[in-house]
């Protein structure tokens, strides 16, 4: 199955006419390996979920069995671990949006003392390994706030400082190629300065903030190194109660927990990728009103494209 | 006197503590083309989005037919501002685009439609009310950006150097059209250049800017004829500036002993002897320009001197002495300011090298 996935993908990727013979030989091996090397470890873990044997072990499974499943979605720190998961990724994320793109737009927009500092500081917990931060957060939440550890709100607020370099990264990026003088024409039409951007900024970068959304909930829903320090052994969130069931036992249970992850998160990327056009199209439609004449649905398209 | 359609008064401007704009004071009339003409970096743009409510005047007032405006934020202020670049919204049609202004304003949308329509067809734009503006050729994207504007019927229309992104053949069309657009819809136009050509051809009058102050404002005519100081002089149109009456070996006919100017057309090309010239000096060079013919030529200071002369019933050999002669009334005196010689105009000699060309 593996093979043929990635014959199929590294196909399409040599598929157009540029180069003959050696060249493209070695592109179509080397493309083909570096998609092996990816896609491997993913097929050892949804192969192993599939397995009737008690033990994963990478290797070729035995015998076919769905029971890991039904063990997995009825395992209950797994299922009171997704509910948590999705709560503080969802959270993490809003937070960290709401906050990155304030903070990329007055950094990209904004001349003001300081604002290379502000810049290096965003960026700066990148460079912290993050059980250092759990750590050091534990004792904050020790110490001052006790009533946030092992709360929605507590993790998802560290969640937030390891995905804002990330967002206002991406979104800084996403803005220093608009031009400025877009959302002062905005305003010279008689927009409130909210307003113009929300109608002009917003719409033109919405491809990067999808992508920073999409990371940045990934992130938080599969963190463990902070969280572990941030909340007790007897309710995590999930990737936490993987770790902690992965110390007792090694039986595919995991794994097939891991493999609806896998899933999900395909399933993520795919409304990412149809929200960046679709939803894009639509807001302009909208936006079109009815008093338009003519449909110019493809200009649009590859616009938000 | 009726209130003007804009004033802006002893308008100030800090950049990093650069001053750009030194107290200007311009007065625009009801109905009227007006140009803010300058050289680049001379603050013109600065001013114009000071009048839009872009930027905040350090010092001075704003107002737009008498209502004061200096605090009114950009969005509820009864002007429009043509980018430079056209600044089209690249998400939405060119209808989306000057519907934009009136839905804003919570426009009925049939209003919107038809009003959009309206001014699509005048700039002649209604074909393509469906395209995206990245579609459209730098002259559409101006004339959107004109409809765009003026959707919103401003009280006073701003052009931040309109038709400096077009090819120049379009930009002498586009001249034409930005008039009659004016004439057309009688908004007050105020319009920043730095083509002189440009501002001279369609404006009623003029504001020359030079380092964050107003030279001079005036009809083209009076620009032209009477410059109120050196910069004016040699910034619109070409001019042969005089220390004094007697200066660079000539003797002009005027009683100042300051700075004088004779346009190159006023001077006329006598025999040396002649008792009425002001002068002698050695033809350099003589260049056909059509109906005119260009004589530069070297006085015995070795002075350069301009001449425009009529092509038909002139002939001028290279190394030729010739007298000149100018009428009293064609010298200009030019009043000495103190201001510093900051930038240098950007319209050259025209077609020099041509003129050297056909002279050898």
């Given at each position: 199955m593996t093979s043929r996935t990635t014959s199929r993908l590294t196909g399409r990727l040599t598929g157009r006419p540029t180069g003959t013979g050696l060249g493209a030989a070695a592109r179509g091996v080397f493309l083909t390996l570096t998609a092996g090397f990816v896609l491997l470890p993913l097929a050892v873990v949804v192969l192993s979920s599939f397995?009737?044997?008690?033990?994963?072990?990478?290797?070729?499974?035995n015998g076919w069995s769905l029971r890991w499943f039904r063990e997995a979605l009825e395992y209950e720190p797994f299922r009171v671990g997704l509910a948590y998961s999705l709560q503080v990724a969802a959270l993490a994320t809003a937070i960290s949006l709401a906050v990155g793109a304030a903070a990329a737009y007055a950094i990209a927009r904004y001349r003001f003392p300081g604002a290379a500092l502000l810049r290096a500081v965003f960026v700066m917990p990148l460079s912290l390994p993050r059980v250092v931060t759990g750590f050091c957060l534990f004792v904050l939440y020790a110490s001052l706030?006790?009533?946030?550890?092992?709360t929605v709100g507590g993790i998802a607020f560290a969640h937030c400082l390891l995905l804002l370099p990330f967002v206002v990264s991406v979104l800084g990026a996403a803005l220093a190629g608009l031009d400025p003088a877009l959302e002062e024409a905005a305003r010279d039409l008689g927009a409130s300065p909210p307003r113009a951007f929300l109608r002009i900024t917003l719409p033109q970068i919405r491809p990067a903030l999808i992508a920073a959304a999409v990371f940045a909930f990934i992130t938080s829903f599969d963190e463990v190194d902070t969280s572990v320090f941030l909340m007790p052994a007897d309710q995590t969130t999930l990737p936490v109660a993987v770790f902690l069931r992965l110390e007792q036992q090694q039986d595919p249970t995991v794994t097939a927990m891991s493999s609806l992850l896998i899933a999900g998160s395909l399933l993520l990327a795919a409304a990412a990728a149809l929200a960046a056009r679709g939803v894009g199209a639509a807001l302009v439609a909208r936006e079109a009103g009815t008093g338009e004449p003519g449909e110019p649905k493809e200009t649009r398209g590859e616009r938000t494209a | 006197m009726s209130v003007p359609a804009l004033h802006a008064d002893g308008v100030s401007k800090w950049f990093d503590g650069r001053?750009?704009?030194?107290?200007v004071d311009i007065e625009v009339r009801e109905g009227e083309f007006f140009s803010l003409l300058g050289p680049s970096g001379c603050g013109k743009t600065t001013a114009l989005r000071i009048v839009a409510g872009l930027d905040a005047p350090d010092e001075g007032r704003v107002s737009i037919n008498g209502t004061d405006?200096?605090?009114?934020p950009a969005h509820r202020r009864p002007t429009n501002l043509v980018f430079q670049q056209g600044a089209l919204f690249p998400h939405l049609s060119v209808f989306d685009n000057v519907a934009f202004g009136l839905r804003t304003e919570k426009t009925a949308k049939r209003e919107i439609a038809g009003r959009v329509e309206e001014l699509l067809d005048v700039v002649g734009m209604a074909e393509f009310a469906g395209r995206a503006p990245g579609t459209l050729s730098g002259g559409q994207r101006q004339r959107v950006a004109m409809a765009r504007a003026l959707v919103r019927r401003p009280q006073v229309l701003l052009l931040d150097e309109p038709l400096s992104a077009l090819d120049l053949g379009l930009q002498l069309r586009m001249r034409r059209e930005l008039r009659a657009l004016q004439r057309r819809t009688g908004t007050a136009f105020v319009c920043v250049t730095h083509n002189q050509a440009e501002a001279m051809e369609i404006s009623d009058r003029i504001a020359v800017l030079n380092a964050g102050r107003v030279e001079q404002t005036g009809t083209a005519r009076e620009l032209y004829h009477t410059p109120a100081s050196r910069f004016v002089a040699e910034f619109i149109g070409e001019n042969n500036l005089f220390a004094g009456a007697t200066a660079d070996g000539l003797t002009l006919p005027a009683d100042h002993d300051g700075l004088l100017a004779v346009r190159p057309e006023s001077f006329r090309l006598a025999a040396a002897d002649d008792a009425a010239s002001v002068g002698t000096a050695t033809v350099r060079s003589a260049g056909f320009l059509g109906p005119r013919l260009r004589v530069v030529l070297e006085t015995a200071t070795g002075r350069e001197v301009l001449v425009d002369a009529e092509a038909g019933a002139t002939t001028a050999a290279v190394g030729e002495r010739v007298g000149l002669a100018v009428a009293a009334a064609q010298v200009a005196v030019v009043p000495e300011t103190a201001?510093?010689?900051a930038a240098v105009p950007e319209a050259g000699l025209p077609e020099e090298g041509a003129v050297r060309e056909a002279a050898s």
């Open positions: 397995s009737a044997d008690e033990v994963a072990d990478g290797g070729w499974p706030f006790p009533t946030a550890y092992g | 001053r750009v704009l030194d107290a405006v200096t605090r009114t201001v510093p010689e």
